[in-house]
């Protein structure tokens, strides 16, 4: 498996401002992974966080909006910017495990509240 | 291109009774299929994974699901249910290396 944590565990912004997501994986990873949970709903992905390369957005999330960093093989950040209530949601970060690579294990989640 | 429909988005079941939990998939090539769990306020737990091994897959916390190619089926079972198994379960596909694409979700209660 994989141990992720993820700092902050929630947070309550203002409208207009942003914020930072860290995430740290117990082991070298190729690929971190940045999810939404809007309430009440699934996952959606954001974006694949790729070490040495520009993450890969999914349809309906830019870079402007969702700043990824990946400057090592166990970190990644997701900033959320110029934030709205739109964007009170869960943020999850997930990696695939050490030895079953062909599973992913997700972080305990980033409970974000804009007002 | 890959989809999951969970067939029920809330099931009720009384305490030490079965669970199911339907899940039906769609995958162009031999899937990976998971059932994660989500306890309120919680993260997401794996409860199983089906990688093309075992048709009968058995999880954490007494769960097993079975893959059925001919019925495109991967539904969770538990012959007894616990309190504590109330939460949100997830249904997911994966083919390859792409992305996993999760279903909407079935909120379990379970009644004493």
């Known amino acids: 498996s994989a141990v992720i944590s993820q700092k902050p565990s929630r947070d309550i912004c203002q409208r207009g401002t942003s914020l930072t997501i860290q995430c740290q994986v117990d082991?070298?990873?190729?690929?971190m992974f940045w999810y939404r949970q809007q309430p009440g709903q699934s996952l959606t992905l954001i974006a694949t966080?790729?070490?040495?390369?520009?993450?890969?957005?999914e349809s309906g999330f830019v870079i402007d909006k969702f700043p990824i960093s990946r400057p090592n093989l166990t970190f990644s950040t997701l900033t959320v910017s110029n934030m709205s209530p739109e964007d009170s949601s869960i943020y999850l970060c997930?990696?695939?495990?050490?030895?079953?690579?062909?599973?992913?294990?997700f972080g305990p989640g980033t409970r974000l509240t804009v007002l | 291109a890959q989809s999951v429909t969970q067939l029920d988005s809330h099931v009720s079941v009384s305490e030490g009774t079965p669970v199911l939990l339907r899940c039906n998939y769609s995958?162009?090539?031999?899937?990976?299929l998971f059932w994660y769990v989500q306890h309120p306020n919680k993260g997401l737990q794996l409860l199983l994974k089906y990688t093309s091994a075992a048709t009968l897959v058995k999880g954490i916390n007494g769960f097993e699901a079975e893959f059925k190619k001919s019925e495109t089926s991967f539904h969770l079972t538990k012959p007894s249910a616990h309190m504590s198994d109330a939460a949100e379960y997830f249904c997911?596909?994966?083919?390859?290396?792409?992305?996993?694409?999760f279903g909407k979700g079935t909120r379990l209660s379970v009644i004493a």
């Open positions: 997911v596909v994966r083919s390859g290396n792409t992305p996993l694409v």
């Open positions: 995958s162009s090539y031999s899937p990976s």
């Open positions: 997930s990696a695939p495990g050490r030895i079953t690579t062909d599973t992913q294990y």
């Open positions: 966080a790729n070490q040495g390369s520009e993450a890969t957005y």
């Open positions: 082991s070298q990873v190729t690929m």
